[in-house]
């Protein structure tokens, strides 16, 4: 069953076009990554997804009771305050606001769904811990956990092993796969197309030229090579 | 020290100085981790230009001041978050331009006697009992506001692109914030006046990020050393017969200090 599906999407700004045309459809379960060169328009399409950017023409429609506000988006590193003075606690709580609507406070439900995604990426622990005293790993893992809080069915990530070390990075997909794998999460991760070892994803969806187009990542690897 | 208490002015300094101190300390922790901290010096010598041009026209000042301050409020924490125009120099150009329109104004008004030092430096002593029943209905509606939009601040304060992802109308809690803001400023100019009102907006959480590392302990601990700072500037003002409104930012000052030292200690 399609969880995602672009039709003939155009995205720009003003007379600036950046993407002219993605087309593609996601499976639930999928695990897409999206490549293409610096500026080929990637955080433009996934912004696109979220409903952060409204398409110029073409649509984007969700399945399966997804709506915009049910996807859990992992930002570039580089966008929350690293010396931010907040708990994990209080930032993962944050992922629940798109299930609050005009309620105020979170309810018990919603701390018990928080301490469920800290348990799923094995940092419970560090539920009181301040975030501006964790490892980039960490951190990394507290915003995931936040994005897990927010959806049940896609995750949506932006460059997430940038300034990651090597052994972060593959601890960091590993449990991307274990999500993918054994929640059935759907995943959509920009990453570099440098390395055959980021392109851990069952698809790959290429920006080239302002269009996007999906195939599967053996079938990817094989014409690029 | 009792004694002092026993006149009316001083009741009626202690109460609006209470709330606005809260006040202040609220939005400040937002305004600071946004790095928006010179919005309040920006907003405030607005203030002075709105309050002068009302005195000068005859009008109440707080029916033009804050209308003003609000749509000011709004634009500058727009301003500052476009990445194209420079927030500091449009901060910075509103903060001349409103002090240049505000003294032009005082000064071609003939007939017109205004106390340039009470909008400059803050008059807290002289607030009537009518200042403090609307300081303390609007101060209601700020701390009601904040906490209802207590989760979407810290939410919008730390990442707003993912925010707006989970359904935050960011705009509409930025326009919220900045409605709260306008009026802390408003009300914080009787108190310090357009030159030290952003210190009280600024120093509270300033000194309570020294020790805390959860954004709830440092709003409560902003709030508890801000009304502190206040309670001991105004004793110690009427004790000294020093300016209050200095005598509150000196106060603020020195918990800075005692914070950032506590804080050193707690790391080592």
Known sequence: ?225 | MVEMFSYPFMQRAMLVGLMISICAALVGVSLVLRRNSMIGDGLSHTAFSAFAIATVLGVAPLYIALPVVIIASFFVLRLSQNKRIHGDAAIAVLSASSLAIGTMAISVSKGVNIDLNSYLFGSILAVSWTDVILSGFLALIVVALYLFAYHRIFAITFDEEFAKSVGVKTGLYDAIFAAICSVVIVLGMRLLGSLLISSLIIFPTLSAMRLCNSFKKIIMASVIISILAFVAGLMMSYSLATPTGATVVIMNLVAFIICYLLGKIQKS
Do not use: W
């Open chain 1, 1 to 225: 069953m399609s969880i995602l599906v672009a039709k003939k999407v155009k995205i720009g700004f003003g007379e600036n076009v950046i993407i002219k045309d993605a087309s593609f459809s996601l499976d639930e379960g999928d695990f897409a990554c999206v490549v293409g060169t610096n500026g080929s328009g990637k955080s433009t399409l996934i912004k696109a997804i979220l409903g952060l950017i409204k398409p110029m023409s073409g649509t984007i429609e969700y399945g399966d009771g997804l709506t915009q506000t049910t996807i859990g988006y992992l930002p570039q590193e580089t966008r929350p305050d690293a010396n931010f003075p907040a708990t994990v606690e209080e930032i993962v709580l944050s992922g629940c606001l798109g299930h609050m609507k005009m309620r105020p406070f979170y309810c018990h439900k919603e701390h018990e769904h928080v301490r469920e995604s800290l348990r799923t990426l094995g940092i419970d622990e560090l539920a009181k811990a301040s975030f501006m005293k964790l490892s980039g790993g960490q951190k990394q893992k507290v915003l995931l956990a936040r994005s897990l809080s927010a959806t049940k069915k896609l995750l949506i990530l932006d460059e997430p092993s940038n300034n990651l070390d090597y052994k972060s990075r593959k601890d960091f997909y590993k449990t991307l796969k274990k999500l993918n794998s054994e929640q059935g999460l759907t995943i959509i991760m920009i990453t570099h197309d440098l390395d055959a070892d980021d392109l851990i994803g069952n698809k790959v969806i290429a920006i080239s030229d302002g269009v996007a187009k999906i195939a599967a990542t053996a079938e990817y690897l094989e014409g690029r090579a």
